[in-house]
C-alpha cells in the first residue's frame, strides 16, 4: 500500500491538474465558486514572494561568487547561453511558419488601420534605459523585473568592494533574508497541488476547449514548434552540457507543471530555485543568479511564439516577407522576448 508522505510532489500536483481539468469539465460554473477565489489565493502567495526572492537571491549569488570578475565571468556566459537558446526557438518557429503556412488562405475577419503605436518609436537607446529604474522603489512597486535586477546586480558589486567587516555584517544580514525567503517559499510550494487544481478548474469551466478550436491550423504550428524545443533542442543543449535530459526534466517538473498551468515563468520562480538547488544540486550562488534572472530575459516560448505570429499574419494578409524582413522579424522578436514579463498575456 502507497503512503500519501511517500508521494512525491510532482504525483501531487500532477493529479491536481487532471482533476482539475476533470472537474472544470464536469461541474462548469458551479466550480468557480470555490476554484476562483483558491486559485487567486495561490497565485498570490507565489507573486508575494517574488520580489523578495529575486531581490535577496541576485544578492546572495553576487556575495558567494564574490568577486566582480566572477560576477563578469559568470553573467558573460549566462547571456551567451540566453542568446543561443532563443534564438533557437525562434528558428525553429520560423522554419515550421514557412514550411506549412498556416495564414495562407486564412480568413479572419480582422482589420485596423493603426495610426499611433507608441512602442514603434522607441530605439534600442530607449530598452536600455528601461533596465536603469529612476526610482528603485517604483519599480518594486510596478515589478519592473529587469530594473530591479539591474539595481540588484550593481548594489551587490559595490557591497564587494566593502571593508571586509562591513561586508560580513551585509552578507549575513542578506544571507538569513534569503533563508527565511526560501522557507516561506517551501511552505507556498507545500500548496501547489491545490492552487494548480485551482487554476485547471477555473481555465476549463470558463474556456472550456474552445480556444483550442478557433485558429487551430495556428495554434497547432505554435504548439509543434514549443514541443520541437522542449524535446529536442533543449535536451541537446543539455547533453552537450553532460546533463541527463531526462533526470533534468524530472527534478524540475513541479516548476514546469507549475509554469504550464498559471501560464507564468515568474509565477514558478519561488518552485524554480527550490528545484534547481535541491533537486538538480546546483550550486545556490549559481541559481540564485541565473534563475532569476533567466525568468525575464530568457523567454525562448515568448520569442518563438512571437516570431510565428508576425511571419502568421503577414501570410494571413498575403505580404510575402523576404528573408532580409524575416531577419528583422527573428532580431525583433529576440529583444521583445527578452523584454516581457513572465505573467500570463505579457
Known amino acids: 500500500m502507497i503512503k500519501l508522505r511517500n508521494v512525491s510532489l510532482t504525483s501531487w500536483i500532477m493529479l491536481g491538474l487532471a482533476l482539475g481539468i476533470i472537474a472544470g469539465k464536469w461541474l462548469g460554473d458551479a466550480i468557480l465558486t470555490f476554484a476562483v477565489p483558491m486559485a487567486e489565493i495561490f497565485l498570490r502567495l507565489l507573486r508575494m514572494t517574488i520580489m523578495p526572492l529575486i531581490i535577496t537571491s541576485i544578492l546572495s549569488g553576487i556575495l558567494a561568487i564574490g568577486t566582480a570578475a566572477g ?3 559568470l553573467g558573460l556566459k549566462t547571456m551567451t547561453y540566453f542568446v543561443i537558446s532563443t534564438l533557437l526557438a525562434i528558428f525553429v518557429g520560423q522554419f515550421l511558419v514557412n514550411y506549412f503556412h498556416p495564414g495562407s488562405g486564412a480568413q479572419l475577419g480582422l482589420e485596423e488601420q493603426v495610426t499611433n503605436l507608441p512602442i514603434a518609436d522607441q530605439s534600442l537607446l530607449d530598452i536600455f534605459y528601461r533596465l536603469i529604474p529612476s526610482n528603485v522603489f517604483s519599480a518594486l512597486g510596478e ?5 530591479v ?7 551587490g558589486v559595490f557591497v564587494l568592494k566593502l571593508d571586509p567587516p562591513m561586508q560580513d555584517s551585509l552578507t549575513q544580514i542578506i544571507n538569513s533574508a534569503y533563508q527565511v525567503m526560501m522557507k516561506m517559499v517551501h511552505l507556498i510550494i507545500s500548496l501547489a497541488p491545490i492552487g494548480v487544481f485551482a487554476v485547471m478548474a477555473k481555465i476549463t469551466a470558463t474556456t472550456g476547449f474552445e480556444a483550442f478550436k478557433s485558429l487551430g491550423y495556428y495554434f497547432l504550428v505554435v504548439l509543434g514548434g514549443l514541443i520541437i524545443h522542449f524535446a529536442v533542442v533543449l535536451p541537446l543543449l543539455l547533453l552537450f552540457a553532460g546533463i541527463n535530459p531526462l533526470r533534468h526534466y524530472a527534478a524540475v517538473m513541479p516548476a514546469l507543471i507549475t509554469a504550464f498551468s498559471t501560464s507564468s ?4 520562480l519561488p518552485l524554480n530555485i527550490d528545484c534547481v538547488i535541491t533537486r538538480c544540486h546546483v550550486s545556490p550562488k549559481i541559481a540564485s543568479f541565473v534563475i532569476p534572472t533567466a525568468t525575464t530575459e530568457n523567454m525562448n516560448g515568448t520569442a518563438l511564439y512571437e516570431c510565428v505570429a508576425a511571419i502568421f499574419i503577414a501570410q494571413v494578409y498575403g505580404i510575402e516577407l523576404t528573408w532580409l524582413q524575416q531577419g528583422i522579424v527573428v532580431l525583433t522578436s529576440l529583444l521583445a522576448a527578452i523584454g516581457s514579463a513572465g505573467i500570463p498575456m505579457a
Not at 515589478?143 to 530594473?147: F, I, Q, S, T
Not at 535586477?149 to 548594489?155: D, G, M, V, W
Open 71 to 73: 560576477l563578469i565571468r
Open 265 to 268: 515563468s515568474m509565477a514558478a
Open 149 to 155: 535586477i539591474f539595481f540588484c546586480i550593481l548594489f
Open 143 to 147: 515589478g519592473d523585473v529587469l530594473a
